[in-house]
């Protein structure tokens, strides 16, 4: 318990679904992870696994009235969020917790100047004058790499590059000094060589500000960058989570591993991809035992029937698979040595 | 910004010459003459020709076309052949007011309630709110003014005796006219901005609007608004002049001393001055409209004035 003031976001046992028109959609499926002050925590995982959801949950915006947190508890700082009335959850949203979305192309309203958008934040929620809020907007500008603010704030987001719209997203989320940023694949939309230039000046902000971040993301490469802490989804649920170093180089999970297998190598000749045979499950009707066993060239009987337990192979690092139940222990030989 | 509204005021002139030339061709193509019948008086011979020479009639259509132009670039139209005590610009003078104040009520009306209407149905997609907005603006669109106006004056004029049934006195006299008018374009409006509100709210920028914890009502008109305008200002134009063209009709049913009575009357009596001055009024009332809404296109959307700037 004395632990929990170390901790900014604790999230457990977090379940969402959404009503579509072919039936209940439980895209998220007992979700649990924390983070720090300061630490990066990267969620990994194909499209559609999850990882998105969750930060809409975390965010307080799941899209009404058809995405709802039906289980579970998001406590930042201490405080629940799940039954927050949405009058209160504003006051979070932008202030301690801000969020950066992938296409910085749309994520901005082409209709209003960049200042007018990079202010009403900080105008609205810490009710500061117009003039201070343009002075901070400037600041802002200017610790993401953009010159010329006063020019810039009259601009509109049509006159600006794919790269410069998301540094100014960026300057958006921070305006309000959050504690927490979730950025939701930031990097996504971009050519490589800004890619490195947005990571690099989330590094940077991360030095000055000392904020903590979620970064969302299906590029290993980003996660290498960027993460301290790294939680690999794969439909709806972690299954597997640890320091960037356990999930790089000692990854439990088979689906962490064909991952890493999947990543394209220069230096290593190969004339095919590695892929992942086969498609995530249906989560209209999730399956009874391991989501991924269909896919799993270690599976076993008990995976198809119970979902796998939460095994620790060490502090921080923490599988969900039967392979690391005990008596799994001679089976999992046999299929290495296969 | 000052060459686009140079080019804008030529193409403007052109239009009007064009639109000049096809009223003079459509007006001697109408058969009769103004002289056909005087106030009821048959008159004779020789004082029918030294009244068509009076106004020019006897020249060749050539000659008079040029008379035309000369009198519609200076604005003399000279009096009305009809009343000869009024010249077309004194008939101007009075019925416009009148008729500029129902139009531009109407489209005041039409606009605040149409885009109110929309909006609420839009946020309350699917819900009672929406079926309702829907259910009216499928009623309104549907009955034509004129049916609207005559139920308007047997209900509330003659049935309820709330508001007066005719006639154009005062505040009461204008409520009835302004709803018959206002009704359809309302209805046009409302499902315009319904359709451009439910889409614009799905957009990312409305989620990035969210994600600061701007208030609904802040995001609706900052964010949403403004965006799911475009629409409505495009057909501004068109509803401008269905709005000024059915004010001929209202006028006439209210007994409102409007241009649109002249207008009509004119045409009937061939009363040549009023009916070019009528017309090239409506026609520059109308392309100033057009004119006005392609500002407002700049003043929305910034990315449409400067591909305007830059052409």
Redesign the interface.
């Known amino acids: 318990m004395a632990k929990q003031s170390d901790k900014l976001l604790e999230v457990n046992n977090l379940h969402v679904s959404f009503k579509t028109h072919g039936g209940e959609v439980h895209a998220v499926r007992g979700v649990a992870f924390d983070i720090k002050q300061g630490e990066t925590l990267a969620i990994v995982g194909e499209s559609g696994c999850g990882k998105s959801v969750t930060s809409l949950a975390v965010m307080g915006l799941l899209p009404k009235p058809n995405g709802k947190i039906i289980d579970g508890s998001i406590r930042f700082k201490g405080t629940e969020m799940t039954t927050l009335t949405p009058k209160k959850m504003r006051r979070i949203q932008g202030v301690n917790v801000s969020m950066i979305f992938q296409d910085p192309m749309t994520a901005l309203n082409p209709t209003l100047t960049i200042g007018s958008q990079l202010t009403e934040g900080i105008i609205h929620q810490k009710k500061v004058s117009r003039k201070e809020a343009h002075q901070k907007a400037i600041e802002m500008l200017h610790m993401v790499g953009l010159s010329n603010g006063e020019q810039r704030m009259k601009q509109y987001p049509y006159q600006f590059s794919g790269g410069m719209r998301q540094r100014i997203v960026i300057a958006m989320a921070l305006i309000c000094e959050p504690d927490l940023i979730i950025a939701d694949e930031p990097t996504t939309a971009l050519d490589v060589t800004i890619q490195a230039q947005i990571l690099e000046l989330f590094d940077h902000i991360q030095e000055e500000t000392g904020v903590s971040m979620i970064m969302i993301t299906h590029d290993l490469g980003v996660v290498a960058k960027t993460a301290d802490r790294v939680a690999v989804m794969y439909a709806g649920k972690i299954v597997e989570m640890g320091s960037k170093r356990d999930i790089f180089y000692r990854a439990k999970h088979p689906y962490t591993q064909a991952l890493l297998n999947a990543i394209v190598r220069v230096d290593i000749p190969a004339d095919t991809l590695k892929p992942i045979e086969g498609a995530p499950p249906d989560l209209f009707a999730p399956p009874d035992g391991c989501a991924f066993c269909e896919r799993c060239p270690f599976a076993m009987e008990v995976c198809q029937h119970v979902q796998p337990p939460t095994s620790m192979v060490d502090e921080n690092h923490a599988v969900d698979c039967w392979l690391l139940d005990k008596r799994a222990d001679t089976i999992r030989q046999k299929v290495e040595i296969l | 910004m000052l060459q686009f509204v140079c080019k804008r005021f030529l193409a403007m002139i052109l239009t009007l010459w064009v639109i000049a030339t096809l009223t003079f061709l459509l007006m001697h193509s109408i058969p009769g003459s103004p002289f056909n019948s005087m106030n009821g008086k048959v008159l004779s011979d020789a004082a029918v020709k030294n009244m068509e020479s009076h106004y020019h009639i006897d020249q060749p259509l050539p000659i008079q076309y040029l008379i035309y132009l000369k009198s519609i670039a200076t604005f003399t139209y000279g009096p009305s052949i009809k009343q000869p005590s009024q010249t077309v610009n004194d008939l101007l003078g009075r019925g416009f007011p009148v008729s500029f104040e129902l139009g531009m009520w109407s489209l005041v009306v039409a606009v605040l309630s149409g885009v109110l209407l929309g909006v609420f149905a839009a946020l309350k997609h699917n819900g009672l709110i929406d079926y309702i907005a829907m259910t009216v603006a499928v009623f309104g669109i549907s009955i034509p003014n004129f049916v609207l106006a005559t139920l308007l004056i047997q209900e509330l004029a003659v049935h309820w005796r709330l508001l007066p049934a005719g006639t154009w006195q005062g505040l009461s006299y204008m409520i009835m006219p302004i709803i018959a008018l206002a009704t359809a374009p309302m209805a046009i409006i409302a499902r315009l901005i319904r359709s451009s509100m439910l889409e614009v709210l799905t957009?990312?920028?409305i989620?990035?609007?969210?994600?600061?914890?701007?208030?609904p009502f802040?995001i609706v008109t900052?964010?949403a608004l403004?965006?799911a305008l475009l629409p409505v200002v495009t057909v501004l134009g068109t509803l401008a002049a269905s709005i000024l063209t059915g004010t001929f009709v209202i006028e006439k049913i209210f007994a409102i001393p409007g241009m649109g009575k002249y207008f009509v009357d004119s045409i009937n009596s061939r009363d040549y001055p009023v009916i070019m001055g009528t017309t090239m009024f409506y026609s520059a009332l109308l392309i100033v409209m057009l004119f006005l809404v392609d500002i407002a296109y700049g003043w929305?959307?910034?990315?449409i004035k400067i591909n305007k700037e830059g052409r």
Do not use: E, F, I, V
């Open positions: 957009q990312d920028y989620r990035t609007a969210q994600a600061k914890g701007l208030s802040l900052k964010h403004k965006n929305l959307d910034p990315r």
